[in-house]
């Protein structure tokens, strides 16, 4: 299966991890996310954006991975805690995510994604044994930045 994720051009040409906290991993868990479509990918950019800058270069990153279900761990959110979207809980979330990326069962975790909960995001452990045999970057492609899409402030 392919995945997606969108970033600046010049970490687009390698998959790495800065290791940075975030909604599903602690800090120093090197993990990459991605999402099940460019749209999704975009939105999940915008809901980001007060740390974008709209005028830089960005590429999408398609990367491939194992769809084989051995492979995936997948957290449902019929088994997330109610007001799971929420900044509260981010410390649920990450060691939820923590405890899978420390045991290195699978490769990937299969979210539901917090913008559109009915779609996914996939977070990739990069510390993984199987990481380089299994995901693989297999192109990156041009982006445009919609101006209609960035907030307007006051």
Known sequence: MEVFRICRAEYAGSLVSSGSLNRWNLDHEYVIYAASSRSLATLELIVHSAHINPSADFRVMVISLPDD???????GESSLPAGWRKMSAYPFLQRLGSEWY?????????????????????VINTEHPDFRDMVKLVRTEDYFWDKRLQRTRS
């Open 102 to 122: 420390n045991k290195r069962e699978t490769v990937l975790m299969k979210v539901p994604s917090a913008v559109i909960p009915l779609e996914s995001n996939f």
């Open 69 to 75: 279900s051995g492979v995936i761990t997948s957290i």
